[in-house]
């Protein structure tokens, strides 16, 4: 049985799914578990989505949809994108997939022949390296610091990057950092790359959750160097979806038509009545990213304000973009050196669910999501101080 499977599916699974799956099951036996490591704003669908769905149900809107994903939700994608992000798009540059992972997961399939590698910031969102791994890529991971703001220098891109080098991940604003790039920094990316001759992906599924009066640019603003991005986006945080399952990537038509292939002989495509949904959700977007926006940044702030009053040496700062707070371990007032361990025994013992910083490529750090509800933050961290101090005990 040992050559059962492809050596490239020894991946590790999602940290974030494997936790926030203990959680839930913990919930399910009947235990107070307060979970601080789902990547997601709960928050209660708009109504005029669900009257969108049951248009859609009642309509007949239940057959197969096209693969690259109805014309509708194409071009309202496309409108959406070029009108907020500064980026000169058409539908032959769209693909609507089952979320911006399965874009992530579908553009590394058509990319990466093996020992291909791929540049990826540290931190970074779980999944990168495993999916780059799993379509026999090599992640080459170019550490960031707090002390620089999180901020990867082009100067680091130049010197990981090789004759392999295919490709370069970024993700602005981050999972787990909330970290934003200027204009500037960014076309200096964008400047070593074409240098180089890597492509980039930037995932910019946190595009409309920024905080503080900063300002959000695309790389799909940068229309001289538009034939080698690609834009990961999605319906996902920026609408309040999650469970719609709705990304989409906008890319050069040239892989745009070798994407839709690919996910014609996988998914088929995205369920259509959650493209339904993702049409009336781009229609109001002027309303409903103002609004979870405004709802995430109070989440925000009640989260570092009760922090830094149940740990007042920790001095938390608040991050500019997303809904994670990534947290250096001795913000918690206590001699902790492995966040692996440290994050079991808060879930297993006091039942509270975040997720270690290893996870992210960063070991020394947690990350703890602000989407929860205001009390719900409140009674996790006041858990957590809880906890911690029946340890001094």
């Not at 590698?117 to 610091?145: A, C, D, N």
Request: aromatic share 10%; proline share 5%.
């Amino acid at each position: 049985m040992k050559d059962l499977f492809s050596s490239k599916v020894h991946i590790p699974p999602s940290a974030t799914v494997t936790i926030n799956s203990i959680a839930t099951q913990k919930k399910k036996a009947g235990e107070r578990v307060y979970n601080l490591s789902a990547g997601e704003p709960i928050m209660n669908t708009a109504q005029y989505l669900k009257e969108t769905v049951d248009w859609a149900m009642e309509s007949g809107q239940t057959l197969y949809p096209p693969v690259a994903g109805i014309d509708e939700l194409r071009a309202k994608a496309v409108e959406w994108m070029n009108k907020n992000y500064k980026s000169n798009y058409a539908p032959k540059n769209t693909l609507i997939t089952c979320g911006g992972k399965f874009g992530i997961y579908l553009l590394l399939q058509a990319l990466l022949n093996d020992g291909d590698e791929v540049i990826v910031i540290s931190p970074y969102w779980v999944s990168y390296p495993p999916m780059v791994s799993l379509f026999g890529g090599r992640p080459v991971i170019v550490q960031t610091e707090e002390s620089d703001h999180w901020k990867c220098r082009p100067g680091q891109i130049a010197a990981a990057a090789g004759p392999k080098t295919k490709l370069l991940i970024l993700n602005n604003g981050s999972n787990p950092t909330g970290v934003l790039y200027t204009e500037n920094e960014l076309r200096e990316i964008l400047k070593v790359c074409q240098e180089k001759n890597i492509l980039v992906m930037s995932d910019e599924v946190y595009s409309g959750l920024t905080y503080d009066g900063k300002e959000y640019t695309s790389c799909g603003s940068f229309w001289d160097f538009a034939d080698r991005v690609i834009v990961i986006q999605s319906c996902s945080k920026n609408f309040g979806m999650t469970g719609w399952r709705v990304g989409m990537v906008f890319a050069p038509e040239e892989i745009t038509k070798k994407l839709i292939t690919l996910q014609g002989q996988s998914i088929t495509g995205t369920s259509v009545v959650s493209q339904w949904a993702a049409v009336a959700a781009l229609e109001k977007a002027e309303k409903i990213t103002p609004e979870i926006n405004k709802e995430m940044k109070h989440r925000r702030d009640i989260f570092t304000d009760t922090f830094n009053e149940l740990f007042p040496a920790a001095n938390l700062k608040a991050p500019h973009s997303a809904f994670y707070s990534f947290i250096p371990m001795h913000a918690f007032n206590r001699d902790f050196r492995d966040d692996v361990k440290f994050c079991e025994r808060a879930l297993e013992e006091g039942n509270v669910a975040m997720v270690p910083g290893t996870a992210f490529g960063k070991p020394g750090y947690v990350r703890a999501s602000f989407g929860a509800k205001p009390e719900e933050l409140k009674d996790a961290l006041k858990a957590l101080a809880e906890y911690l101090k029946k340890l001094e005990s």
